[in-house]
């Protein structure tokens, strides 16, 4: 077993490479790792338990009785000035009296979520998730089961599964690379929402773990799509296993280049041979090929799966202790054809030309995939079999389109999302000149005395404010109709595979989190599963009704996060002529839907412009798992210049605007009002 310690550092951490190229290549496979029938049972168990698990959260995406955290509960039970509204505690009658309304108004709002998730589409779409989750569960369990024992075994095992967590003050920390300052941070928000199983397989050696994570790895890549349900299996599996998320990331980002270097040589070698033998393996495989073959093709002995070495995929994602003739098996059909990989990657890489990409921009201008380019890697080093999506609200420039993302790291293949450039730079400069005007300094000094939702509610704006309000109400509402547009055209580019078969995270702030609002009711629209691991929402101007958010939580596989701030006066001001009775998903938490994170940002956001430089700070608290520590500081410091410059120009516009002439009821007049309009109008020229 010497080879798998041996192996593990060069595969994950760079070693000898010549060393690892000279070993047997029959190496390991799982069934020599596991070298008992109790191992091995363990493991198909483990994956039972794991999809059951799964199984059940999605369940309770649609159960009116489970409601989400103990955190959401606690802001219903508050009044609009943020008070604890049980602070006062009656006794006698009065006691009763409260606590049987109480129990009316919860069993009222139970009613209607019954109600909700009984209505037709929300039933009709459950039914279609639960589907698509058990078509994607059995071939995962069969194929698991194949390799480590039989396919009957594993499916007895996967009907009986009975999964329980591992008792949380018994865990170890996770193990895996040199940890940051960031990865606690990771492993705390990864162990909530992807809880450990408990398995005997946490008791054997790390580097046996990794190999078992690393092969099903490769067995869910040989069902020709790394999907998102396929990446969340493997979530809990690496804390199931005590590993740190980090191994699993440097696994893929390893498995990625030698997926695409072997693809690139046999195009280049014999391009129209080995389309031939493409379409032979192809159609031998989906026949059964592979469950008839058994052990021959999973690299016991190799069998059928020698020819498909000749391409150097089992060499080159053999490594850490895994043997190459296993590695190919473990991958099936994966492991011959460049085709069958280019469509993994999606419309073969970073090559999305504008050609590929105009049926898209026929319905939304400029809509294109900006890769968001790391200094010094080639294409290559660049792809990973996961991608980022990140969309900004508004633009102060063209720039902006990429710079807020650049705090995404390097286990993604990142891309930004560029839409409707003339109509969100507009909104940009409509959007400073307002916060930085004399107006706005009144407005909010008058605000403030009341909750934002009093203002909301009760349309009680300074009429100063009003005044202006045709300054950013026209180029709101122009973008607004164009982040609506940009979303379903989003929506569709991913049915269609434009980013390939890999699972997608999609970031956004403001009507970036609009976008991906619109994107994902689409998505549940037209049931399409198993495309979204995250979505992560930042200050976004939609409403936060349960049933949206039912239908979002459906059709995202891992984690859903709204980001929102009481004290984002400029959302509410904006949002003031839509639907305020469903709520405002950036003010508010969302409520009574499973598995929807709601985290308070207000203490970075104290404005509605502030997302631009806090959203990598918001990443960073959230735990997400990618991200760039430096980026993070540099944004943390443009975050507080932001302030500051706003701040300034406020003070400055309230001292120019300190006329005798001044209405003091208003904070402004037509004539400041003017000015301003030709201020957006100089800056909109200038783009």
Known sequence: MSSVFQKASTFLGGGNEEETKTQDEEGESLTTVLETDEDRSALTILIGNITELMRKRLINTFDPKETGTQE????????????????????????????????????????????????????????????????????????????????????????????????????????????????????????????????????????????????????????????AYSRTLLMYLTTSLGLSVTVLSEDEKKVARGLLTAAEKMSADEETKKRAEENQTARMWKMGIAGVAGAALIGITGGLAAPLLASGIGTVLGGIGLGATAAAGYLGALAGSSVLVGGLFGAYGAKMTSEAMEQYTRDVEDFAFVPIQRPGESEIEARRLRIAIGISGWLGDKDEVIKPWKCIGPGQESFALRF???????????????????????????????????????????????????????????????????????????????????????????????????????LAERKAFGLIENAIMLGAPTPSSSADWRRIRSVVTGRVVNAYSTNDYILAFLYRSSSIQ?????????????GVENV???????????????????????????????????????????EKREEEQRQDAENGTKQPHTNSKEGVNDEEVHKMEQEIEQRNKSV
């Not at 690379?177 to 005997?200: C, G, Q, R, V, W």
């Not at 469903?582 to 009574?592: Q, T």
């Not at 956001?605 to 735990?623: E, F, M, N, P, W």
Request: charged fraction near 30%.
């Open 600 to 642: 308070e940002v207000g203490d970075l956001v104290k404005g509605h412009t502030l997302y631009r430089h806090a959203t990598a700070s918001i990443l960073r608290r959230i735990g997400f798992e990618d991200i760039d520590l430096e980026e993070v500081a540099y944004q943390q410091e443009k975050l507080k210049e932001q």
């Open 72 to 227: 959401d509960h606690i802001s219903t039970l508050t009044d609009d000035k943020g008070k604890d509204a049980g602070l006062e505690k009656p006794s006698g009658d009065e006691r009763k009296q409260e606590m049987q309304k109480a129990l009316e108004k919860q069993n009222a709002e139970l009613a209607k979520r019954e109600k909700e998730v009984n209505e037709e589409k929300m039933a009709a779409l459950k039914t279609s998730a639960l589907q698509f989750f058990d078509g994607w569960r059995d071939s995962v369990v069969l194929r698991v089961g194949e390799v480590v024992n039989s396919r009957k075994t594993a499916e007895s095992q996967s009907k009986q599964a009975k999964p329980e967590l591992a008792p949380s003050d018994s865990e170890p920390a996770l193990e895996g690379f040199e940890m940051n300052e960031h990865d606690d941070t990771i492993a705390e928000a990864l162990l909530k929402i992807y809880p450990p199983i408990e398995t005997s397989l946490r008791k054997v050696a790390k580097e046996k773990r990794i190999l078992i994570l690393h092969s099903i790895l490769l067995l869910l890549l040989s069902l020709e799509h790394y999907n």
């Open 420 to 522: 409707e450039l003339e109509a969100l730079m507009n909104l940009g400069n409509a959007l400073t000149t307002l916060v930085t005007s004399a107006a706005w300094s009144y407005a909010k000094s008058e605000i403030i005395k009341r909750t934002v939702f009093a203002a909301l509610t009760a349309g009680l704006w300074p009429l100063g404010l009003l005044k202006a309000s045709r300054l950013i109400d026209n180029p709101w509402s122009i973008a607004n109709q164009r982040a609506q547009k940009a979303g379903e055209v989003l929506a569709d580019a991913l049915i269609n595979k434009a980013q390939g078969e890999r699972p997608v995270t999609l970031i956004g702030y403001s009507l970036g989190a609009k976008v991906i609002y619109v994107c994902l009711q689409q």
């Open 582 to 594: 469903f709520g405002v998903a950036g003010l508010n938490p969302v409520l009574n839907v499973k």
